[in-house]
C-alpha cells in the first residue's frame, strides 16, 4: 500500500445514531452470516442426521451457553431486518431528512429488541 | 472489446470494475429473505413443539421442504455478497484479498449445498 493519507475514519466522527445503525447492520450482518447460518446447517444436520444426534443438538441448545447464541442471533436477525427495511427506504431516496433519519435512526434498534422478545415470548406461549 | 460506444470503452475500467449489479443482487436477495426468513419465524413460533418428531415431518412436507431450500439458497446467496463486500473493504493486499473471496466462494456454495443435501434427505424420506 501506498503511503498516502487516508480519509478520516471511525475516530474522527461525532458519533450519532444513522452512524450507528450503519454499522449495527455490518456486525449483525457478519454475525448472521458466519454464526446464524452456521447454526441453521447444524440444525438441519441434526434433523438430517435422526433422532440421537437430534436430541444431542437439542441438548446443547438448551444449555445456558446455547440460549445466549439463540437469543443473540434472533436479536441480530430483527436487528438486520429493522436496518435493512430502513436501508430500502432509503434506497427510494426517501427518509434522508435530518430529523426523520435521526428517528428511524433510533427505532430501528429498539424495534428491533421489541421484535426480539415478541419472539421469544411467542415460541414460549405458543 | 467496445470499439464502439463510448459506454463499451469504458465499462469494467473503474476501480470496481463493475456497476450495479452486485448491489441489485443484494437487493434482491435481501427481499427473498425477507419472505422467507419471515416464513420461517412465524412457522418455528406455530410448531407444536421443536421435537424431532415434530420438525422432521414438518419439514419433510412439500411446501415447508421447498420454503427451506429457498432459504437456504437466497440467505447464503445473500451472505456470501455480505461478506465479499466486508472483505473489500477491510483486506487491502490484492493477494490477500483474492484468497479471502476464493475462500468465501468455497465455504458459501459448500454450506448451500450442505444444506439442501440435509433438505432433500428430511423431505425424500432417507430416516
Avoid at chain 1, 452470516?33 to 440421537?52: D, T, Y
Avoid at chain 2, 412465524?42 to 419433510?60: K, N, R
Amino acid at each position: 500500500m501506498a503511503n498516502r493519507p487516508l480519509s478520516p475514519h471511525l475516530q474522527i466522527w461525532r458519533w450519532g445514531p444513522a452512524m450507528f445503525v450503519s454499522i449495527l447492520h455490518r456486525i449483525t450482518g457478519n454475525g448472521l452470516a458466519l454464526v446464524g447460518l452456521f447454526v441453521l446447517l447444524w440444525w438441519l444436520g441434526a434433523l438430517a442426521s435422526g433422532p440421537e444426534y437430534y436430541a444431542t443438538f437439542q441438548g446443547l441448545m438448551n444449555s445456558p451457553l446455547g440460549y445466549v447464541v439463540l437469543v443473540g442471533l434472533s436479536w441480530a436477525f430483527f436487528t438486520h431486518l429493522m436496518s435493512g427495511l430502513r436501508h430500502f427506504v432509503l434506497d427510494i431516496g426517501a427518509g434522508y431528512e435530518l430529523d426523520r433519519n435521526r428517528l428511524w435512526s433510533i427505532l430501528s434498534p429498539v424495534l428491533a429488541i421489541l421484535l426480539t422478545a415478541a419472539f421469544w415470548a411467542a415460541i414460549k406461549l405458543l | 472489446m467496445g470499439n464502439g460506444t463510448s459506454i463499451g470503452r469504458v465499462r469494467g475500467l473503474g476501480s470496481a470494475h463493475s456497476g450495479a449489479h452486485h448491489w441489485l443482487l443484494q437487493r434482491f436477495t435481501a427481499v427473498g429473505n425477507l419472505l422467507l426468513s419471515m416464513w420461517l419465524v412465524v412457522s418455528l413460533i406455530l410448531l407444536p413443539d421443536l421435537g424431532y418428531e415434530t420438525v422432521s415431518q414438518w419439514i419433510a412436507k412439500p411446501l415447508p421442504a421447498t420454503a427451506m431450500a429457498l432459504l437456504i439458497v437466497s440467505t447464503f446467496w445473500h451472505a456470501r455478497l455480505g461478506l465479499q463486500v466486508v472483505i473489500e473493504d477491510y483486506v487491502h493486499d490484492a493477494g490477500n484479498k483474492f484468497a479471502a473471496i476464493v475462500a468465501l466462494n468455497l465455504v458459501a456454495f459448500a454450506g448451500a449445498a450442505f444444506g439442501l443435501f440435509c433438505v432433500a434427505r428430511l423431505a425424500l424420506g432417507a430416516n
